[in-house]
């Protein structure tokens, strides 16, 4: 039977704007993997998938390490940036970061019609900072990041992380996602070394998100090597 809370422990790797904490749930040793969800407020549905993962387990993994929300503001307001209305997925440091505004849809079919900002500075932000130095304090060999609802697998090469996680949620991988991402956590890790690889969840409600993928997807976990 599936937990109602999760059992694993937690900490603070820094604060929100609005002052959530944000919080991570360490690995045993040494990490290999970090998967993360919620960068995005308005995919809450990344959240909900992963939360649902991790009360499949009573303690700590050995290897893998977990950030459940890392816009925790923009869950709660509903909004795809932080509460200062920056993209957090534009944010980071990286060699082609821009101080252009960014757009997004409102919905897949739309044209851009959502306008956010890309921070007053490349990691202007309190979460973008904090996730910074978690990563750099953690030193995964990989990073898998959950959005939506694309339903795609997005990563430089196809890795063997990549064809694990495309048996687990049978959708295609591209090595472009077909536009432009300057400032994202995705760049800015192939700047920095670790492998990312972006799980695009497919387009469906959160409740058979879990029915198709829940339990494969702690398969996935359980198998990782070294977890």
Not at 79 to 102: I, Q
Not at 103 to 123: H, V
């Amino acid at each position: 039977m599936l937990s109602g809370s999760i059992k694993l422990k937690y900490k603070p790797y820094g604060t929100s704007v609005l002052g959530a904490p944000l919080l991570y749930f360490p690995c045993k040793g040494a990490c290999r993997l970090l998967v993360m969800a919620g960068i995005h407020g308005e995919e809450p549905e990344t959240t909900f998938l992963l939360s649902r993962a991790l009360r499949a387990f009573d303690e700590n993994l050995e290897s893998i390490a977990f950030v459940l929300c890392a816009n925790p503001d923009g869950v709660a307001l509903g909004t795809r940036g932080n509460a200062n209305g920056v993209d957090l997925n534009r944010n980071f440091p990286t060699k082609n970061w821009s101080a252009a505004p960014v757009c997004s849809r409102s919905i897949l079919e739309a044209e851009r019609d959502m306008e956010l900002s890309t921070g007053k500075a490349p990691a202007s932000e309190p979460e973008t900072k904090a996730l910074i130095q978690l990563v750099e304090t953690l030193a995964p060999q990989a990073v898998l990041s959950l959005h939506s609802p694309i339903g795609c697998i997005d990563a430089p090469e196809e890795t063997t992380l990549v064809k694990n996680l495309q048996a687990v949620f049978n959708v295609p991988y591209v090595k472009d996602i077909g536009y432009s991402t300057p400032g994202s956590f995705g760049t800015w890790c192939k700047e920095c070394n670790p492998e990312c690889v972006t799980m695009e969840l497919p387009r469906l409600a959160p409740e058979l998100l879990y029915e198709r993928y829940g339990l494969n997807f702690v398969e996935f976990l359980k198998k990782y090597p070294g977890r």
